[in-house]
């Protein structure tokens, strides 16, 4: 079974460039997670989607922003970048069900892909 | 608001020694409870989980973990490592119950290196 898969895997930008990261969940996975993980600041939640909706966000700028499609694969965008913004970005899926009464429940594991790695230059 | 703070940033042990990898958390909700393994430039993989029952789980590769309730605990341990073992691991929270939407809290990694 495939897993989560990130493009581009790497990446070189310059200050004041904008970039979109792209992932493509587990098949049947229809929530995607992404995270930044600097050395400074270790792994920090940026913001989760479900069902083309954003339903949590993590304390990031509005610089960063992202997107789900209807076949659940899920793009970030960070806009005027910052030397900061160098991270690995990663990506996380995790299976969403519906059960009796329309109530949703999370479960309770989230898959990692392998991430991109994004330079600021 | 939760927090998990793992108590060693670094552990160095030899190879077939056994090794304890201390995390702490703090949550006003139930929670769940997950170890991640990174290896270089890799991405974060699942070692175990705890989300109920019984409170000493067993993951891959050999790792287990026990939950303490009483001492908001759930430290890693491994009987004997393996110079494969040389990772960094993450300790994890989430909220239980169907109400994470999808959000980890990770602690601060701690970085294992096993020697020959």
């Known amino acids: 079974k495939a897993g989560v898969t990130q493009t581009p895997r790497y990446l070189i930008k310059t200050r004041g460039q904008q970039v979109t990261l792209s992932c493509s969940p587990i098949s049947g996975h229809r929530s995607v997670s992404w995270y930044q993980q600097t050395p400074g600041q270790g792994l920090q939640f940026l913001f989760e989607?479900?069902?083309?909706?954003?339903?949590n966000k993590g304390n990031f700028p509005g610089r960063f922003s992202g997107r789900q499609f209807s076949n659940s694969r899920s793009e970030m965008n960070v806009s005027t970048l910052e030397l900061g913004d160098s991270a690995l970005y990663l990506c996380?899926?995790?299976?969403?069900?519906?059960?009796?009464?329309?109530?949703?429940?999370?479960?309770?594991?989230?898959?990692f892909g392998p991430g991109t790695r994004l330079t600021v230059l | 608001a939760q927090s998990v703070t793992q108590l060693d940033s670094q552990v160095p042990v030899f190879e077939e020694a056994p090794v304890e990898l201390r995390c702490n958390y703090s949550?006003?909700?139930?929670?769940?409870l997950f170890w991640y393994v990174q290896y270089p430039n890799q991405g974060l993989q699942l070692l175990l989980k705890y989300l109920s029952g019984s409170t000493l789980v067993k993951g891959i590769n050999g790792f287990e973990a026990e939950f303490n309730k009483s001492q908001t605990s759930f430290h890693l341990r491994k009987p004997s490592v393996h110079i494969s073992d040389t990772a960094e691991y993450f300790c994890?929270?989430?909220?239980?119950?169907?109400?994470?939407?999808?959000?980890?809290?990770f602690g601060q990694g701690t970085i294992l290196t096993v020697h020959p």
């Open positions: 949550s006003s909700v139930s929670v769940y």
């Open positions: 996380a899926s995790s299976l969403v069900f519906w059960a009796s009464g329309s109530r949703e429940y999370d479960t309770d594991t989230q898959y």
């Open positions: 994890a929270v989430s909220n239980a119950g169907g109400t994470s939407y999808g959000k980890l809290t």
């Open positions: 989607y479900f069902s083309e909706t954003q339903r």
